[in-house]
């Protein structure tokens, strides 16, 4: 309990002081008309509020990240505390705030052109692909999560079959991510995504009363923090840093933050809206992965028993019930109805359906702005929103055939993947505008190490020894590494 009460309050302490750093740093000026006002349109630059601004940031980069990945990876160990919070403050924070404001200064841009504008036409067309093909899984994954789940809510009504539903239930939330993608962005997701936002925000707190006040072990930091507790043996390094993405630092958002940035009204509620709302899911992930363990220790472990691995081993045949694979929404389900009783059965179904919603329409429209980006297609006509959005949708309903297992893992990499790609740009953004780039830099060494090494020795990867894949890892960022410190050489000597 001391272990997770001073995690909580170091994420506030990070938002107050390091977030105050990374602001001064990057130089917000006030003044500065922002895109909303200057090419307002009706339709994706809006003036919208701030906290309407921040609820919809943080809906848009949370959905259900950072409570299944804090589920999953709390069986690690305690050391998932350690990457939420030091994670969250150094790298993901950084990350969602850099991204937000450096497409804010350039219009709104989306990521690729961000990317472009820094590291060349190249890297402008491969974040392209990147980025579509990450939001198109991230669309299908969220859009068939939430089908699965309200198909066994509603299974054997109306004399219908859980396979039936599914298909309608697909139908349904397809019809509405393609509302969402095509109208003005106040229409459906400026009018919900605040609600939703709160249920979220008013469940976490809910379930944060109940870790207090149930009974269950908690781990401490001085638990063994870092030897592996995963029942199936996985190594803290770098699997832990991919299975909590969201809570700690996720591409995804890079994605994300340039909607807000069109919408946002003021250059100083960035640091609210971007680092603040990142801080929020660090927070989020936090107490999700407490409860976790607390409710799987209650249920396994009798009061004043040794605990051991007992705990880690109840929690993964919990999230194993029914010999389906990994389904972190039974969890969340159980501990929102033990804890809150008839309001938790509300909130998880908010929680874990409206949330994975949201999350995949506003993967789709921000695919249609990225491809308009590209073809330079204005969207304030819905004929040309509908030309750029249809194929999209049209690719996502065929990857609902594919396994669910293997969209997962490959849009997990693919996820931290971007997030390593941004914080180099925004590494060479800073140093070209006269800033100190190491805030991002220093992120940028640590994510290449880890996706690089996660890809070579991942199941769904290449599958190489785990040394020999840390060490290809430390290669690559050591050679990054000194391709920045010659790129700064060099622009220095020129200016001179």
Not at 203 to 231: K, L, N
Request: with cysteine.
């Amino acid at each position: 309990m001391l272990t997770f009460s001073v995690a909580l309050v170091a994420l506030v302490l990070g938002y107050l002081l390091y977030g105050a750093v990374v602001e001064k740093v990057f130089g917000v000026q006030p003044e500065r008309q922002t895109p909303s006002y200057r090419l307002k349109d009706g339709v994706d630059y809006i003036p919208m509020p701030t906290w309407r601004v921040y609820l919809i940031q943080f809906l848009n980069i949370a959905g259900t990240g950072p409570i299944f990945g804090a589920i999953m990876g709390i069986l690690f160990g305690p050391t998932a505390y350690l990457w939420i919070v030091f994670g969250c403050i150094f790298m993901g924070a950084v990350h969602d705030y850099l991204c937000g404001m450096i497409s804010l200064r350039q219009d709104g841009a989306s990521l690729p052109e961000m990317v472009g504008n820094e590291l060349g036409n190249g890297a402008r067309q491969a974040m392209r692909v990147l980025s579509i093909v990450l939001l198109v899984l991230v669309g299908t994954v969220f859009v068939t999560t939430s089908a699965g789940l309200l198909s066994s809510m509603t299974s054997d009504a109306w004399g219908l079959d859980m396979a039936t539903w599914r298909w309608m239930w697909l139908g349904f939330v397809f019809l509405y991510c393609v509302l969402a993608t095509l109208l003005p962005i106040d229409t459906l997701i400026g009018r919900l995504y605040p609600i939703f936002g709160a249920a979220l925000l008013i469940m976490a707190v809910g379930v944060a009363y109940g870790i207090f006040t149930r009974y269950g072990w908690m781990p401490e930091i001085t638990d063994a923090p870092f030897v592996s507790h995963h029942p199936k043996g996985l190594p803290i390094f770098p699997f832990l840093c991919i299975t909590i993405a969201c809570g700690a630092i996720s591409g995804f958002h890079a994605t994300q933050s340039p909607l807000m940035s069109r919408c946002i009204m003021n250059e100083r509620r960035g640091r609210f809206v971007f680092y603040g709302a990142m801080i929020t899911e660090g927070i989020v992930a936090m107490i999700w992965a407490a409860a976790a363990i607390k409710f799987a220790a209650a249920e396994s472990v009798p009061p004043g028993h040794y605990v051991g691995q007992g705990p880690y081993h109840a929690l993964s045949a919990i999230l194993n019930a029914g010999g389906k694979g990994t389904n972190p929404s039974l969890l969340v389900n159980l501990i929102c109805r033990t804890w809150m009783g008839r309001i938790g059965a509300i909130l998880a179904v908010l929680g874990v359906v409206a949330a994975p919603i949201t999350s995949g329409d506003t993967a789709f429209r921000s695919a249609r702005l990225i491809v308009a980006d590209f073809m330079h297609l204005n969207q304030k006509k819905i004929v040309n929103r509908l030309v750029l959005a249809l194929p999209l949708f049209a690719i996502s309903a065929a990857l609902v055939f594919v396994d669910f297992d293997v969209l997962w893992r490959y849009f997990a990499w693919t996820n931290q993947t971007l997030a390593t790609c941004f914080l180099w740009t925004a590494a060479v953004w800073l140093h070209h505008h006269g800033r100190n780039p190491w805030i991002a830099f220093l992120p940028a060494v640590f994510m290449t190490i880890v996706v690089t090494s996660y890809i070579l020795a991942a199941p769904e990867g290449f599958q190489l020894n785990q040394t020999i894949s840390l060490c290809a890892g430390f290669a690559l960022a050591i050679c990054l590494a000194i391709w920045f410190l010659r790129f700064i050489h060099t622009n220095n000597t020129n200016k001179v």
